[in-house]
């Protein structure tokens, strides 16, 4: 029997509280997994950033990345890490340096989902580039601000065609707020999306691996409040639709760690920003949804590393595209989407290698959850945000969310793995 240990790196930038709890995590967990005809430890550690020869090993089984969305140099290891080396990496870096979220609109439209009516606007202002002015003088047309007002229909979103965090994101309500706001937008590009309103819900689905968390958002709350803590507020129907509908823009896009927001209207979901793929991780945000975060990142990491799973590096498009040709009805193609996305995911064996090799990841989450490194997490994750005289009002605040947690679910552990 060899023996062997799976090592997965953290690529990091300004997390704090996130890496604490993942790596006290793992250390108690203190795996020893029976793997075929291996015996398998796991360890993790945070990636550097140095200069790097392009043929030089990887110490790597599976990397987190939470950097490479906007630093380059280690976005540019990641992806010589898997060409050269075979590095399982989430998410795929190709996928989320290529596809902002207005490509990530078309293809959904493209499957059929019920994205809103949406427009992409020439810059209102541009950077001095070569061949720029006798370009835009020879092709560029003039057009009536007005005119793509009254055709979408006020009111509408102004929003950034690569966004994240509600950035630059404006509700525009007639020509004035139009003008006002394109006006404002200088050389960014930018969408108009028709707004659902009203509607009955606003949910935020997170999904890590085929593990998905559904949650009800305020996104005009304070960013500590945004992630409602309600559970149980969707029927079973609409959470198996939304989570089918994460499987599907995830695989899709080969997106291992992904959000999609979705508005609820008159019975439908409309997916309206599911471009995420580095979603918020921070204690801050999540409070009462962080710890189903570590115990998820946990759980697919190990399970990706143990068991050398193969990278996805091509997104393989055609078989949802022959799906969303033919004549089924939207209903059940979506049911066709989750497969593909499932049989990608492997969820059943995932689930059960959890089962088998990590039972106890739930007693030892509920404990670590209410010991004094979360507690020392969450006030120096709240030292680097909030002023002096905030931290320990905003400390006791973010473990007591984390307390009610425990209380309602981490005592009873996930259903899904029991």
Request: charged content about 25%; overall charge negative.
């Amino acid at each position: 029997m060899a023996k062997r240990t799976a090592q997965i790196g953290l690529s990091l930038g300004a997390d704090i509280c996130w890496p604490i709890c993942y790596e006290g995590l793992l250390e108690v967990l203190d795996l020893n997994i029976r793997h075929g005809s291996d015996q398998v430890k796991v360890s993790c550690e945070r990636v550097t950033i140095e200069p790097f020869n392009l043929a030089q090993p990887v110490k790597y089984d599976v990397v987190i990345d939470r950097l490479t969305h906007w630093y380059s140099v280690s976005r540019e290891w990641i992806k010589k890490a898997v060409v050269l080396n075979d590095l399982y990496v989430y998410n795929n870096p190709w996928s989320l340096q290529s596809n902002e979220k207005h490509t990530s609109y078309a293809a959904m439209l493209r499957l059929g989902l019920a994205v809103p009516e949406t427009w992409m606007l020439p810059p209102k202002a541009y950077e001095n580039q070569d061949d720029l002015e006798v370009t835009l003088q020879k092709y560029a047309k003039m057009f009536s601000l007005n005119e793509i007002g009254e055709k979408i229909g006020y009111p509408f979103f102004m929003k950034p065609f690569h966004g994240g965090g509600w950035k630059g994101v404006t509700k525009i309500d007639d020509a004035q707020d139009l003008h006002q706001a394109y006006d404002a937008s200088g050389t960014e590009i930018m969408n108009l999306q028709k707004a659902v309103l009203p509607h009955e819900r606003f949910v935020r689905c997170v999904g890590l691996g085929p593990q998905f968390r559904i949650v009800n958002y305020d996104p005009g709350a304070p960013l500590h409040d945004r992630y409602r803590m309600e559970q149980g507020f969707l029927s079973a129907e609409h959470e198996e639709e939304l989570i089918d509908i994460g499987l599907t823009i995830n695989s899709f896009f080969g997106w291992d760690f992904n959000s999609a927001e979705s508005l609820l209207q008159n019975g439908t979901w409309h997916p309206i920003d599911f471009a995420n793929a580095c979603p918020d991780s921070q204690v801050t945000s999540l409070h009462y949804h962080f710890p189903w975060l570590i115990k998820a990142n946990l759980r697919w990491s190990i399970y990706c590393a143990v068991t050398d799973r193969t990278m996805h590096k091509n997104m393989e498009w055609d078989p949802f595209i022959k799906i969303a040709d033919s004549d089924r009805t939207q209903a059940e193609k979506l049911k066709a989407y989750a497969a593909i996305a499932n049989k990608r995911f492997e969820t059943e064996k995932f689930r059960t290698f959890c089962r088998k090799n990590l039972s106890h990841l739930d007693e030892l989450a509920y404990d670590f959850f209410g010991s004094d490194v979360m507690r020392d997490a969450i006030h120096q994750k709240v030292a680097s945000l909030f002023p002096k005289h905030e931290h320990e009002e905003f400390t006791e605040l973010f473990w007591n969310r984390i307390q009610d947690w425990r209380a309602k679910e981490g005592i009873h552990g996930d259903k899904d793995f029991q």
